[in-house]
C-alpha cells in the first residue's frame, strides 16, 4: 500500500513545486502581486507534499528488495529527493523570514534556486519512472526485481520499420481475436 500511496503525494509535490515556481516568475514578470500569493500557497502546498512523499517513500523502501541495478537507481532517486526537501524548505523558510510575498533583494536568487530545484525534481522524477518502469519496482505486488532486471516492456512485439502502423495494430487484433 504504501508504494501506491508514494506515487500519489509524489504527483502532487512535483505539479504544486513548479506551479509555485511559475506564479512567481508571471507575478514578477508581468507585475501580478496576485499571483505572489498564489505562489505562497502552492509552495505550502508543496513542502507538506514533500514530506508525505519522503514518508511514504521510505515505508516503501522498507518493504522491497533491490536488485543492484535497482539499488544504484534507487540511492540516485533518494539523493536528488533528499536535495529537493532540503532545497524546498530553505525556499519556504526564507520567504517566511523576509516577511514578504517573494524576498526582497533577493528574490533573483531565490528564483534561481527555485528553477535549479524545478530541474532536480524532473530528475528525480525521472529515476523514480525508471525504478517502477525499467526495474518494476511495486509492479503486479512484486517485493522483489531480481527477475526485472531487463525493461519490463521487452514482450512488446516490434514490426518491422516500412510497416505500416494501422496494418501492424490490424494485425495484432486480428491475431488475438481467432
Given at each position: 500500500m504504501e508504494i501506491y500511496c508514494h506515487?500519489?503525494?509524489?504527483?502532487?509535490?512535483?505539479?504544486?513545486?513548479?506551479?509555485?515556481?511559475?506564479?512567481?516568475?508571471i507575478a514578477l514578470t508581468f507585475k501580478r502581486p496576485k499571483h505572489l500569493f498564489a505562489a505562497w500557497?502552492?509552495?505550502?502546498l508543496s513542502g507538506m507534499a514533500l514530506l508525505a512523499a519522503?514518508?511514504?517513500?521510505?515505508?516503501?523502501?522498507?518493504?522491497?528488495?533491490?536488485?543492484?541495478?535497482?539499488?544504484?537507481?534507487?540511492?540516485?532517486?533518494?539523493?536528488?529527493?533528499?536535495i529537493n526537501v532540503v532545497l524546498v524548505f530553505i525556499?519556504?523558510?526564507?520567504?517566511i523570514r523576509s516577511r514578504e510575498n517573494l524576498p526582497g533583494q533577493g528574490k533573483w536568487p531565490y528564483i534561481l534556486i527555485s528553477v535549479i530545484a524545478v530541474?532536480?525534481?524532473l530528475l528525480g522524477g525521472f529515476y523514480g519512472g525508471k525504478l517502477v518502469h525499467h526495474h518494476g519496482i511495486g509492479i503486479?505486488?512484486?517485493?522483489?526485481?531480481?527477475?526485472?532486471?531487463?525493461?519490463?516492456?521487452?514482450?512488446?512485439?516490434s514490426f518491422?520499420?516500412?510497416?505500416n502502423?494501422?496494418?501492424?495494430?490490424?494485425?495484432?487484433?486480428?491475431?488475438s481475436s481467432d
Open positions: 506515487s500519489v503525494f509524489v504527483h502532487f509535490a512535483v505539479t504544486l513545486f513548479p506551479l509555485s515556481v511559475f506564479f512567481d516568475i500557497i502552492t509552495l505550502i519522503v514518508a511514504t517513500g521510505l515505508l516503501a523502501k522498507a518493504n522491497l528488495r533491490f536488485a543492484p541495478p535497482a539499488k544504484a537507481t534507487l540511492e540516485i532517486h533518494q539523493t536528488l529527493a533528499l525556499l519556504l523558510f526564507w520567504r530541474i532536480l525534481i503486479s505486488d512484486q517485493n522483489t526485481t531480481d527477475h526485472h532486471s531487463a525493461p519490463i516492456i521487452e514482450d512488446i512485439p518491422p520499420a516500412d510497416d502502423l494501422f496494418q501492424a495494430t490490424d494485425s495484432i487484433r486480428y491475431k
